[in-house]
Antibody
Framework: EVQLVESGGGLVQPGGPLRLSCAAS????????MHWVRQAPGQGPVWVSR????????TYADSVKGRFTISRDNAKNTLSLQMNSLRAEDTAVYYC??????????WGQGTLVTVSS | EIVLTQSPGTLSLSPGEGATLSCRAS???????LAWFQQKPGQPPRLLIH???IRATGIPDRFSGSGSGTDFTLTISTLEPEDFAVYYC?????????FGPGTKVDF
């Protein structure tokens, strides 16, 4: 069974950093694209970033480019999202999801990030 | 960035009825790269359909997708009680992936 468990969410001040992690199990992480998708309260999902199976290629939404960095450690079955210069509008539940490259086909339960002073 | 619009915003129906949900893209999608997701309160989205019309594993055949270019449709042939939820389309025809704003199916 595919399992994706996010961690690292919490309350952070504007301008601060936060690092999210996702523990993957039940499948071979090294053969899948991985995505981060976020969803603000009461809003629809917004794709944030994706990373190629071997980690050599990444893409980002314009709203986070230059501030967020996606990475993976296939040996440790983990996906990460380093978020810097956080803004109030980054407040959302952040989901880790497995790909193919174009769309998430399995999702974690999410971790809440709140950016507020 | 490709913008997706969905209509209607809310669809009020009863179990046993059929549902037709629309998704329109701001530009023609490369190779019809469009997916549909279902989301229920407190849960992550669930993949229903990819590549316009291919059902994901375990999705019942009352769900079907169609369309091409800029206009796409998700059809639910006969609504079951568990189908009342919010439905999102998502395009992957460009390097930046985008979701539509959603259609809520309620009764």
């Amino acid at each position: 069974e595919v399992q994706l468990v996010e961690s690292g969410g919490g309350l952070v001040q504007p301008g601060g950093p936060l690092r999210l992690s996702c523990a993957a199990s039940g499948f071979t992480l090294s053969t899948y694209w991985m995505h981060w998708v976020r969803q603000a309260p009461g809003q629809g999902p917004v794709w944030v970033s994706r990373i190629k199976p071997d980690g050599t290629y990444t893409t980002y939404a314009d709203s986070v480019k230059g501030r967020f960095t996606i990475s993976r450690d296939n040996a440790k079955n983990t996906l990460s999202l380093q978020m810097n210069s956080l803004r109030a509008e980054d407040t959302a539940v952040y989901y880790c999801a497995r790909g193919p490259s174009g769309y998430p086909d399995s999702w974690g339960q999410g971790t809440l990030v709140t950016v507020s002073s | 960035e490709i913008v997706l619009t969905q209509s209607p915003g809310t669809l009020s129906l009863s179990p046993g009825e059929g549902a037709t949900l629309s998704c329109r893209a701001s530009q023609s999608l490369t190779r019809n790269y469009l997916a549909w997701f279902q989301q229920k309160p407190g849960q992550p989205p669930r993949l229903l359909i990819h590549d316009v019309s291919i059902r994901a594993t375990g999705i019942p055949d009352r769900f079907s997708g169609s369309g091409s270019g800029t206009d796409f449709t998700l059809t639910i042939s006969t609504l079951e009680p568990e189908d009342f939820a919010v439905y999102y389309c998502q395009q992957y025809g460009s390097s930046v992936l985008t979701f539509g704003p959603g259609t809520k199916v309620d009764f």
